[in-house]
C-alpha cells in the first residue's frame, strides 16, 4: 500500500473555489437554472439548482462572492419557480408542487420529455430551505427569499406523490401518468422521505417511511457490515443537507450504528474493492476509488491485453456487484471526505498532484477518468471525460464545507421541517 500525503488546507479551499465556479459561470443569470452538464444545447437540472442554491451560503462565507450576489442570484431563482407554470400541460414547468427532472435553459419549460422526478425536486426543495434559513436579514429581498422558499417546499403534494402506495413513486409524466417504480431500497432518496414526512401541508403517510425501510438490504462485504447501496453517491447525498451524526431511526437502532457511520463504512468498502480489483482494471488502488452513478468512456467493447473488456457511458456503476468498467468518479471521493477524511484527503492528493486530473480545468476535476480505457491522445490516465456536471460539482463544494466548518448541517439543525420529518421517522438521540 503507498502511502500519500494529505492535500494542503490550501489546495482544498482551490478545489472547493473551482468547483463553485461552475455554479457563477454556468447559470441562466435571468431565471437561476443551472445547466445539467457543459456540453452544446444542454438543459438545464433541477438537481443542479437545487445545488447552486445551497452553496451560494457556502460562496458567502468563503469570500467566493458577495451577499448582494448570492441574494440576487437566490431570489432570480425562486421567483422563476415560484411563478413558473404548474399544471398537467406537457410543456409545464411542474405540476403538483413538483418539477420535470430537465428544464430548457431559457425557457424553464420542460425539456427532452423528462419525467417529473420527485427525488429531483427534493434536492431543488432542500437548496430552496437553505437558503430561507441563511438569509435572515431584515431586508426586503431576504425576506422575500425566505417567504418563496417556504411556498415552495409548503406546495409540493407528497401524498400525490405516493399514488395510493406506501413508498413514494420515482415520478410522473403527463403522457403516461406515473412511473412505475418506487423509491424501494436504502438510495439517495433519504432526503426525499424525510422532507415528505415533514410537510405540515401535504405530508407522507404514517406508514411511509416504515415501509421504505423494510426494503433494506443489510450485508457485509470486505469485514464491513452496512446498509447496502452500490453507488457511492446514494451515500452521500442526503448526508449534505442531515447530520446523521447520533441520531437513529428504527432501523439503526437495532444495528447499533447511525447513517453517518454506515457510509462511513460504506466509502472503506470502495477502497477496499479498489485495492481488491477483482476485475483487474487500470490504476485502481488504495488512492485510487470512487465508483459512481457517472459518465463512462462507451458504449464500446474493446479486447485489451487479451480480455474483451465492455466500456459503458453514463451509467449507475456500483460495488462491489457492479456494473463496473474501470471508470472512477474523483467527485464521489471528495463527497466522503466528511466520514473518512484518512482516507480521502491522501486521495484528493493523489488527484490532483499524481493524476494531474484538475490541471487547468476551470471548473476542477472532471467528471470522471478510465486509465483501462486506450486514450485517443498521449493521455497516461487512459479516457478522460470532456465534461463536468452540475451533479458533481455540488457535492464537491458543499461536503467540503462540512468537512471544514459544518455550516450545511449547523443550518439545517433549525429547519423545523427537516427536523419534524426526522422525528415523524422514528429518528431519536444526539441533537435532535
Known amino acids: 500500500m503507498s502511502i500519500r500525503k494529505p492535500i494542503t488546507e490550501a489546495e482544498l479551499e482551490i478545489l472547493q473555489y473551482d468547483s463553485f465556479r461552475y455554479f457563477l459561470n454556468e447559470t441562466n443569470a435571468d431565471n437561476g437554472l443551472v445547466i445539467d452538464k457543459t456540453a452544446d444545447n444542454w438543459p438545464a437540472s433541477i438537481t443542479a439548482t437545487g445545488f447552486a442554491l445551497a452553496a451560494y451560503p457556502v460562496a458567502v462565507e468563503r469570500g467566493f462572492m458577495t451577499r448582494s450576489e448570492a441574494v440576487e442570484r437566490t431570489l ?21 408542487g413538483f418539477y420535470y427532472h430537465f428544464l430548457d435553459m431559457r425557457t424553464g419549460r420542460r425539456a427532452w420529455k423528462s419525467e417529473l422526478s420527485t427525488i429531483d425536486s427534493a434536492f431543488l426543495l432542500v437548496g430552496a430551505l437553505t437558503a430561507g434559513i441563511y438569509f435572515t436579514a431584515d431586508t ?23 399514488d395510493g402506495g406506501a413508498t413514494v413513486t420515482h415520478g410522473w409524466k403527463p403522457e403516461s401518468g406515473f412511473l412505475k417504480y418506487r423509491w424501494e431500497g436504502y438510495d439517495e432518496a433519504m432526503l426525499l422521505y424525510i422532507l415528505g414526512m415533514g410537510s405540515p401541508t401535504y405530508p407522507l403517510s404514517a406508514d411511509c417511511y416504515d415501509a421504505w425501510t423494510s426494503t433494506y438490504r443489510w450485508e457485509n462485504f470486505y469485514g464491513y457490515d452496512y446498509l447496502y447501496a452500490g453507488p457511492l453517491f446514494t451515500h452521500q447525498l442526503s448526508h449534505i443537507w442531515i447530520d446523521f ?32 480489483n477483482p476485475l483487474k482494471y487500470t490504476g485502481y488502488s488504495n488512492h485510487c476509488w470512487g465508483i459512481t452513478a457517472s459518465d463512462g468512456p462507451g458504449p464500446d467493447t474493446i479486447k485489451i491485453s487479451g480480455i474483451e473488456r465492455q466500456f459503458f457511458n453514463y451509467l449507475g456503476r456500483s460495488v462491489p456487484y457492479g456494473p463496473d468498467d474501470g471508470t472512477i468518479a474523483p467527485w464521489a471521493v471528495v463527497a466522503s471526505l466528511p466520514f473518512t477524511p484518512e482516507i480521502v484527503l491522501p486521495a484528493i492528493d493523489y488527484y490532483i498532484n499524481e493524476v494531474k486530473l484538475k490541471g487547468s480545468n476551470l471548473y476542477g476535476f ?32 458543499l461536503m467540503i464545507e462540512n468537512y471544514r466548518t459544518g455550516l450545511l448541517w449547523r443550518m439545517m439543525r433549525t429547519c423545523h421541517y427537516i427536523t419534524n420529518g426526522l422525528h415523524r421517522a422514528g429518528f431519536r438521540g444526539g441533537w435532535l
Open 366 to 397: 472532471k467528471s470522471t477518468f478510465n486509465p483501462t480505457y486506450p486514450a485517443k491522445s498521449d493521455n497516461p490516465n487512459g479516457w478522460v471525460s470532456p465534461w463536468h456536471y452540475g451533479l458533481n460539482q455540488g457535492p464537491i463544494v
Open 140 to 162: 426586503t429581498d431576504e425576506h422575500e427569499i425566505r417567504i418563496l422558499a417556504d411556498m415552495l417546499y409548503r406546495r409540493a403534494d407528497w401524498q400525490w406523490a405516493q
Open 76 to 96: 432570480a431563482t425562486l421567483r422563476f419557480f415560484g411563478n413558473s407554470a404548474q399544471g398537467p400541460e406537457s410543456d409545464a414547468t411542474g405540476y403538483q
Open 245 to 276: 451524526r447520533g441520531i437513529q431511526d428504527e432501523f439503526m437502532r437495532k444495528k447499533g450504528i447511525d447513517y453517518f457511520e454506515n457510509s462511513r463504512r460504506a466509502s472503506y468498502v470502495q477502497q477496499r474493492y479498489a485495492m481488491d
